[in-house]
């Protein structure tokens, strides 16, 4: 019961960790830019020049704003009179929606061997299919078992099948790869999955 304890204390270590959220750099600002010059933006955009830092923070405090150092590898510092707190909120909302928007694309594997049946074929393809809905890469490996190695002329006419079946919406990576036991190959949906997808299932459901 002990050792299950750990292991379950484990998994959720790792899982928090997974969940921590990046956030955005934070600029200078403020007493934090220590150089002596600064190229100032104001308030409301204008290109105000080269002044000296104690100027820039001067003018910002009497505008009741925070002085932000936008560029700190320009030659002198860019920097910007603005509402810091409101700044950093927008970038920490722009990231965040980047986040939503950004799709990590996996590779999914589907397994066969040459005596996989009809129907047994279908409900994997139905797999595969649904991965290539999700955007993602699928692997079809063929297994070989025993005296199946002597036959693997088999195994290519039944990745043959696959990919004919899938033709009109995947691109396929390379010819396929021979390992040891297994035939397989990598396909990528086609980059206009989302508009072919639903064309595919009716000519699939019709037949």
């Known amino acids: 019961m002990r050792r299950n304890k750990e292991e379950f204390i484990s998994i959720r270590y ?14 200078r600002v403020n007493r934090q830019i220590s150089v002596s010059s600064v190229r100032l933006i104001s308030e409301t955009g204008k290109q105000v020049g080269v002044v000296s830092t104690t100027e820039a923070l001067n003018l910002a405090n009497r505008a009741g ?7 700190p590898n320009a030659n002198p510092p860019v920097c910007k009179i603005l509402d810091f707190g409101q700044y950093y909120y927008q970038k920490e909302r722009k990231m965040r929606d980047a986040r939503k928007h950004q799709h990590i694309v996996q590779v999914k594997e589907v397994k066969f061997t040459p005596s996989t049946d009809n129907h047994d074929l279908e409900f994997k393809l139905k797999h595969a299919l649904k991965f290539l809905k999700q955007h993602h890469k ?13 036959h693997k002329d088999i195994g290519q006419n ?7 079946e ?3 919406i995947i691109e396929v990576e390379g010819r396929p790869v021979s390992a040891g036991r297994t035939l397989s190959i990598t396909v990528s949906p086609h980059r206009d999955i989302d508009k072919l997808i639903e064309d595919f299932e009716n000519k699939t459901k019709e037949e």
């Open 166 to 168: 899938l033709k009109p």
């Open 138 to 150: 699928v692997k079809f490996t063929i297994w070989f078992r025993g005296r199946q190695l002597a």
């Open 158 to 164: 039944l990745l043959d099948k696959v990919l004919e």
């Open 65 to 71: 704003l925070d002085l932000v150092e936008i560029s």
């Open 14 to 27: 790792r899982r928090g960790r997974a969940r921590t959220n990046p956030k955005p750099k934070k600029e």
